[in-house]
């Protein structure tokens, strides 16, 4: 079993920046990739960012590219979320996923692909 916790959500300004944090423990060993969704009201979970995690290669939602960015940390199982000039629209809760399987990182936006999820923190940006 594993366990993912995030930190790092909360209010923000236009503009500003928050930076996410995932850690992953028990059975992490077998970590492939690690991705971020996030759900705004009223509306579907959706694919933000992920991370595989041995060779670090990333892919990002169109929307995203330029002002967020993926790392992770393997020597403590955790992953991270820069966002930077966040705006209105990135308003949702943001969770983290972990995938067990060797894929594509291009497979990575389908959150059916991911064994566990987190509990998810909140990003609020409002003026």
């Known amino acids: 079993q594993v366990q993912l916790v995030e930190s790092g959500g909360g209010l923000v300004q236009p503009g500003g920046s928050l930076r996410l944090s995932c850690g992953a423990s028990?059975?992490?060993?077998?970590?492939?990739?690690m991705g971020w969704f996030r759900q705004a009201p009223g509306k579907e979970r959706e694919f933000v960012a992920a991370?595989?995690?041995?060779?670090?290669?990333?892919y990002y939602k169109d929307s995203v590219k330029g002002r967020f960015s993926v790392s992770r940390d393997k020597n403590i199982n955790t992953v991270y979320l820069q966002m930077n000039n966040l705006q209105h629209e990135d308003t949702a809760v943001y969770y983290c996923?972990?995938?067990?399987?060797?894929?594509?990182?291009?497979?990575?936006?389908?959150?059916?692909?991911?064994?566990?999820w987190g509990q998810g923190t909140q990003v609020t940006v409002t003026s």
């Open positions: 996923a972990l995938d067990l399987s060797p894929r594509l990182i291009t497979s990575s936006i389908r959150s059916a692909r991911y064994d566990y």
């Open positions: 028990g059975h992490s060993s077998r970590i492939e990739t």
């Open positions: 991370i595989r995690w041995s060779e670090s290669t990333t």
